[in-house]
């Protein structure tokens, strides 16, 4: 949500009510994604400091945590009305990205659908390069398992924890603005895309970046067998269920789980 809205000023204060076409809209979009970015993990090393951490000390259910983020965003939100609590804000959308850009087997392919694919794939290759191949990833993945037992060897571990969550917040912050250009901005907006996101991790594997991906992949080839053969109400229905059926068969996921024990 952060992400949304991050992007959306940023290509108000940027265009206007205008939509630019050519080249400079290719910039224009890398803005809209480092702003929602920033946003994100803004918004994630502030609630990092005042809501998980001082919660983390005293060894509170993570339940707590999730109730009072919402919270947090809902209450000062509300009140601002039009701007963000009673309509979707539309992010503006450069020409070059509008309309379909080329159609597959009579299906439209839109343009925005290769821009949210390029983006999220070069977000994975950059995330999974940080967890498995750099000191910070090591950390992560050291404090993941025995926190305790890291900060032994070295390993700062409220550090660790908030560099953590703003990697998280930088992601899912540029999701929001790419979810944003699709649907629109709202407040509420970060809910389903939440618990689609939890879901297919644990489809591939909690743990494994490579496990998420596949799993989102997944998520949404099974979610879109109900518009094609049943009815849009089954949805949601024919996702979970899958899911249902391949955990009762490999608890772990697809790819297996790589992570001990929380922090």
């Known amino acids: 949500m952060a992400g949304g809205f991050g992007g959306l000023f940023a290509m108000r204060a940027i265009l206007g009510t205008s939509s630019p076409a ?11 994604i480092l702003a929602g970015s920033l946003a994100g993990g803004a918004t994630a090393l502030v609630l990092e400091r005042v809501a998980y951490r001082p919660l983390r000390k005293r060894n509170a259910p993570r339940l ?25 804000a539309f992010v503006p959308t450069p020409t070059v990205i509008q309309g379909n850009a080329f159609y597959l087997c ?17 977000l994975l290759f950059v995330l999974d390069t940080v967890v498995n191949r750099t000191k910070l990833g090591k950390g992560i993945r050291a404090v993941a398992q025995d926190a305790e037992t890291a900060s032994l ?24 603005f ?28 909690i743990g494994n970046i490579r496990g998420a991906m596949i799993g989102g ?43 001990g024990r929380e922090a």
């Open 178 to 205: 790419l979810f944003g250009l699709q649907f629109g901005v709202i407040y509420t907006m970060g809910f389903v895309p939440g618990l689609k996101a939890f879901t297919a991790a644990v489809l591939g594997g």
């Open 217 to 259: 992949l997944l998520l949404g080839v099974f979610e879109s067998i109900p518009l094609r053969w049943i009815s849009a109400q089954w949805q949601d229905v024919v996702a979970f269920g899958v899911l249902v059926m391949l955990l009762l068969f490999r608890p772990t996921g697809i790819l297996g789980e790589q992570l």
């Open 22 to 32: 050519g080249f400079w809209a290719i910039g224009f979009m890398i803005v809209g």
């Open 153 to 176: 060897m070295g390993v700062h571990i409220d550090r660790t924890i908030a560099l953590t969550f703003v990697l998280g917040g930088l992601m899912g912050g540029a999701a929001g």
């Open 106 to 122: 009579g299906v439209g392919v839109q343009s925005v659908w290769i821009l949210t694919m390029a983006t999220a794939l070069v």
């Open 64 to 88: 707590n945590l999730s109730h009072q983020r919402h919270r947090c965003v809902l209450l000062p939100l509300q009140p601002r009305g039009k701007e963000f609590g009673r309509y979707t």
